[in-house]
């Protein structure tokens, strides 16, 4: 079979695929309009965007603070127990 023909029996069969998907598209009622870009189904929920949680300087060096004297408390235990 030559390539060219090929070409044309594949791109019969995408414009086929392309109808009926926009006849499903049609049925369901939604839009496919970024769907395929963001990975998403149609009709899928996008996701919650991810958020970080900062930690001002002050509050990591209360954290760092408490911490070491957590460690002092449970060496002084430990000796005591000795």
């Keep these: 079979m030559d390539v060219s023909r090929i070409v ?3 791109e019969d069969k995408r414009s086929l695929l392309d109808t009926a998907i926009a006849e499903v598209i049609a049925l369901n009622g939604h ?9 998403l189904t149609i009709g899928e929920p996008p996701p919650p965007p991810i958020t970080t949680r900062k930690v001002s300087a002050a509050a990591r060096r209360k954290m760092s603070l408490a911490q070491k004297a957590r460690w002092v408390a449970r060496r002084k235990a430990a000796k005591i127990a000795r």
């Design 8 to 10: 044309k029996a594949l």
């Design 31 to 39: 839009s496919q309009h970024g769907a395929a870009v963001a990975g």
